[in-house]
Nanobody, 114 residues
Framework: QVQLVESGGGSVQAGGSLRLSCAASGSISSINVAGWYRQAPGKQRERELVAVITSGGTTNYADSVKGRFTISRDNAKNTVYLQMNSLKPEDTAVYYC??????WGQGIQVTVSS
């Protein structure tokens, strides 16, 4: 059983940066797809897929974050990262990491003020 724990969230002003980390308690090297979703305030039934990365390093991003966010993974450390630059108020959300289809983190708050 793999458990995922997110860290690195918080509050920043628009234009600032944050780096989210998602540490797995077990190995994720064999899990092909990992990434991040987010759920904005007031949108309890909508989760936006923010970024994904395969075990081979292929990445894909939501149009809303392209050019500002970068996803990476370190299989040796069983960790997936999300570097978020040029943050906007509309990036405010709870961010959830996932690994494969079965493993999810508890979510971490990111708040961007204007």
């Amino acid at each position: 059983q793999v458990q995922l724990v997110e860290s690195g969230g918080g509050s920043v002003q628009a234009g600032g940066s944050l780096r989210l980390s998602c540490a797995a308690s077990g190995s994720i090297s064999s899990i092909n797809v990992a990434g991040w979703y987010r759920q904005a305030p007031g949108k309890q039934r909508e989760r936006e897929l923010v970024a994904v990365i395969t075990s081979g390093g292929t990445t894909n991003y939501a149009d809303s974050v392209k050019g500002r966010f970068t996803i990476s993974r370190d299989n040796a450390k069983n960790t997936v990262y999300l570097q978020m630059n040029s943050l906007k108020p509309e990036d405010t959300a709870v961010y959830y990491c996932f690994s494969g289809s079965n493993y999810w983190g508890q979510g971490i708050q990111v708040t961007v003020s204007s």
